[in-house]
């Protein structure tokens, strides 16, 4: 199966962004991809470049809402499943949300980011309230399908409860400036959570130069044994394809030795501190 991943910068101009990513989506379903993943806040600009202010939260949108209706109705009319990321209003309360679609078109669910952080140019608790989703894993036409939306990567718990939860993919949207990290170590990290949960890992992350920060982009997807089979460039604007065999995760090292010799019993308690 081939999966796509939508590395394309987001300008001022919503409506913009959101037809670019349109006619990306159908360029990558006409290409066969069967899953088609966006980055982090893919159709709007990285708001949390700067601190939160009375006018910060209008541009968040309900989901169901215009953008989900727009992608449900592509999916719909190519077959083709979608992870979305926005900027979601809910009631009085926003969130970093990833609606699932799947290839009817039906939206199956999403997933809120649960871990919010707070530094330079990532001012995101201004902007969202913690996720109220858990990890949930959508049993798709193409498979099964979790998401971990940016900051969330870095907690291993997060990513084991994918894996226990039977996910043969997750899908990460990522906004990832250049320079944030040491080279490679970003990288490496979804190398090992696919390595030791046995699913494919896909990280689409944001790029192009904002307000005060440039995107790096250079998506990248690893398989079940930790080795990156398709990676993006820096900084262009580009659909990256990879081809998937869910077949592979049951033989890999996670899914024959790691997940039967766990001993949760012993250590739940210590995650819940």
């Known amino acids: 199966m081939k999966i796509a991943l939508i590395q394309q910068h987001a300008g001022r101009d919503k409506q913009d962004n959101v037809a670019r990513a349109l006619r990306a989506f159908e360029a990558a379903a006409n290409a066969g991809a069967q899953v088609i993943g966006f980055a982090e806040l893919a159709f709007e600009p990285f708001y949390p470049q700067n601190p939160a202010g009375p006018e910060s939260l209008r541009d968040a949108e309900p989901v169901p809402g215009p953008i989900t209706d727009a992608f449900a109705a592509k999916a719909r009319a190519l077959g083709v499943v979608c992870v979305l990321n926005l900027f979601e209003r809910d009631g009085s309360r926003t969130f970093d949300c990833s609606p699932v679609i799947d290839a009817d078109g039906s939206l199956l669910g999403r997933t809120r980011m649960i871990h919010i952080t707070e530094y330079a140019c990532f001012h995101e608790t201004g902007y969202y309230t913690p ?10 036409r193409m498979g099964n399908i979790g998401v971990a939306i940016c900051y969330d990567r870095h907690y291993p718990e997060y990513m084991r409860a994918l ?9 990460v949207p990522q ?99």
């Not at 990890?135 to 798709?140: D, K």
């Open 163 to 171: 894996a226990v939860a039977g996910a043969d993919l997750v899908i």
């Open 131 to 140: 996720g109220d989703t858990g990890a949930p894993v959508y049993r798709t």
């Open 175 to 273: 906004a990832g400036s250049v320079g944030e990290w040491p080279e490679g170590l970003y990288e490496a990290e979804m190398r090992v959570a696919a390595f030791q949960n046995g699913y494919y890992v896909a990280l689409c992350n944001r790029v192009g130069e904002e307000e005060k920060l440039v995107f790096a982009g250079e998506s990248f997807v690893c398989g079940p044994d930790g080795t990156v089979i398709a990676r993006a460039k820096l900084g262009t604007d580009e659909i990256l394809y990879a081809d998937v065999d869910f077949a592979q995760n049951a033989s890999s090292n996670a899914r024959r030795l790691f997940m039967r010799d766990r001993r949760p019993e012993l250590y739940a308690d210590w995650l819940a501190h």
